[in-house]
């Protein structure tokens, strides 16, 4: 069946995840969060038109924020996923969309998550200066 | 940008009722022409091969080998005034402050902007092209956060 944008919802996201047998839960917030070797977080974006997938990290103490754009930069240059950037409290973020719009099968989030699950083991070993903590 | 060539069409009504799910091996250049095509969407072929689709602004598709995913890029060039490090600036700008496109800068000290949609569990042509029309659009968006006038 497919899942459309209004149909997008933080319960549907756990149901999905829920049905597949990945491990995930609630956290405080209410958000559905993904663990696997990383925690992601899986929200609804524009109304359920897409979805976003993403992973908060911190960073070394020293690490300055020339550093971690740099860091951003080399990812975002040499990997198709994930989606990375620095915000300006300094935490690195890196994310994944996945379109709703049209319609979306519950195998396709899936796979999409561990897609991005799985491209950020790929994003940490470009970390050759240890910004990441 | 006017080396983009702007060019605005309108979009036509694609067949959103169209719930077949394509696999992976279904994800082929020819069929990704026959899904932008009707969407209005479709631009052509590149020298290579390759198919341009546009909105607004124009980018390619590049289906993976396997069909697993599905790359919509587009290059930028940037002012040769620009340093390096307000280009990282304006990448990161763009990727912390809007969902689309992903911005970075590649190795000739230009932009790339792209979107990855994994195809892996089954996806519909109506998706396909929704995620193409989103990628577009956010295109025109982009200059929005050029505050250092990097693009050329």
């Known amino acids: 069946m497919l899942l459309q944008p209004q149909d997008i919802t933080k319960d549907k996201l756990e149901a999905v995840y829920r049905n597949a047998g990945i491990f995930h ?3 405080s917030d209410g958000d559905v969060v993904v663990k696997d070797t990383f925690r992601a977080i899986v929200e609804p974006v524009n109304e359920g038109k ?4 993403y992973a908060l990290f911190g960073t070394k103490d020293g690490a300055t924020m020339e550093a971690k754009v740099n860091l951003a930069a080399r990812i975002n240059d040499d990997l198709v996923c994930p989606r990375v950037c620095v915000t300006e409290s300094g935490r690195m973020v890196f994310e994944h969309y996945v379109s709703a719009d049209g319609g979306l099968t519950s195998e396709n989030l899936v796979a999409s998550t561990r897609f991005f699950m799985n491209s950020l083991v790929g994003a940490a070993i ?3 200066h240890d910004v990441l903590s | 940008m006017a080396f983009l060539g702007l060019f605005k069409r309108e979009p036509k009504a694609y067949p959103m009722d169209d719930s077949t799910i394509l696999q992976a091996k279904d994800i082929t250049r020819d069929r990704l022409r026959r899904i932008f095509e009707p969407a209005g969407l479709f631009d052509g072929l590149d020298s290579d091969g390759d198919i341009k689709v546009r909105d607004g602004l124009g980018a390619l598709v590049i289906p993976k ?4 995913q599905i790359r919509f890029f587009v290059g930028f060039r940037a002012k040769p005034t620009a ?4 280009k990282l600036r304006f990448a990161n700008r763009l990727n912390s402050t809007r969902h689309q496109p992903r911005a970075c800068v590649n190795e000739n000290g230009h932009f790339i902007f792209d979107f990855v949609m994994v195809t892996e569990g089954g996806v ?3 998706q396909i092209v929704g995620a193409g029309r989103w990628f577009l659009r956010s295109l025109l968006a982009i200059t929005i956060v050029d505050k250092e006038d990097v693009l050329a």
């Open chain 1, 25 to 27: 839960e609630r956290d």
């Open chain 1, 126 to 128: 470009k970390d050759s």
């Open chain 2, 65 to 68: 080998a396997d069909g697993k």
């Open chain 2, 124 to 126: 519909t042509a109506p």
């Open chain 1, 50 to 53: 897409q979805i976003r997938i």
């Open chain 2, 83 to 86: 340093s390096t490090e307000a």
